[in-house]
């Protein structure tokens, strides 16, 4: 084959709609920093199953950091600036998590992203996120970075209704996606998990969506 690594860049970096890059493999070098920053914010504010509005409690656990923090209840949904389980603030925005949003969200056109909040989702198999979007945050002129590790899961990407058609991606072990602009209130959300389990996770899979919420 000729000089296949010139078409590389391109196939891995995949895009999405007018404002959502999808990054093959883009987190894969901060693999086992992103495992430990994990770690370190799990033993502070450990992954929890919310329970929402409606009165279901989420299959997928859920904790955050950074100086704001998702959370839902009964009353609603918010960002608060402390762990509501502990009364203590969310940990700290590690560095690495920091950089590589700002990275991913430069290559996808979108300079200068300073995330101070991520939610950190944690899927065991069967765990799913019905479709949503995402709109607590205050200014929506933002992206939102995803990160994927462990598990693949089968993504849902929708229209501006919750009705219509879906786009089904597969998101792997180091993907991430960049999701700004015109794409940045879409109906989204993630299939049932299928138990195929990661060499190195197991069976699960963690999504980091780092968001720029105050
Ligand atoms: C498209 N998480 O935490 S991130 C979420 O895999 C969430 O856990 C999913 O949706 C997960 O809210 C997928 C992908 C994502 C995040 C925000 C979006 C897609 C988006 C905002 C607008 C459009
Ligand atoms: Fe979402």
């Not at 504010?45 to 929402?52: A, E, M």
């Not at 600036?81 to 590690?94: I, K, L, Q």
Request: hydrophobic share 45%.
């Amino acid at each position: 084959m000729e000089t296949p690594e010139l078409f590389e860049p391109t196939e891995r970096e995949q895009r999405l709609g007018p404002g959502a890059v999808l990054l093959r493999g883009f987190a894969l070098p901060w693999v086992p920093e992103l495992l430990a920053a994990i770690a370190a914010v799990e033993s502070a504010s450990p992954f929890r199953h919310l329970v929402t509005p409606g009165g279901f409690t989420m299959s997928v656990a859920m904790t955050n950091c950074g100086a704001l923090g998702w959370t839902s209840d009964r009353l609603g949904y918010q960002y608060t600036a402390t762990d509501p389980e502990s009364g203590a603030p969310w940990p700290a925005m590690p560095a690495a998590f920091a950089r590589l949003a700002s990275e991913a969200a430069a290559v996808a056109g979108f300079a200068g992203f300073a995330p101070d909040a991520c939610l950190i989702n944690r899927y065991l198999p069967g765990a799913r996120l019905s479709l949503h979007q995402d709109r607590n945050e205050r200014d929506y002129s933002a992206p939102i970075v995803s990160v994927s590790l462990g598990m693949r899961a089968t993504f849902l990407w929708g229209g501006l209704a919750r009705s219509g058609p879906s786009l089904k991606v597969p998101l792997r072990h180091g993907d991430v996606v960049v999701w700004g602009g015109a794409d940045r209130l879409r109906y989204h959300g993630v299939q049932p998990l299928k138990d195929e389990p990661h060499a190195l996770l197991g069976s699960q899979r963690f999504n980091l969506t780092l968001r720029k919420a105050g």
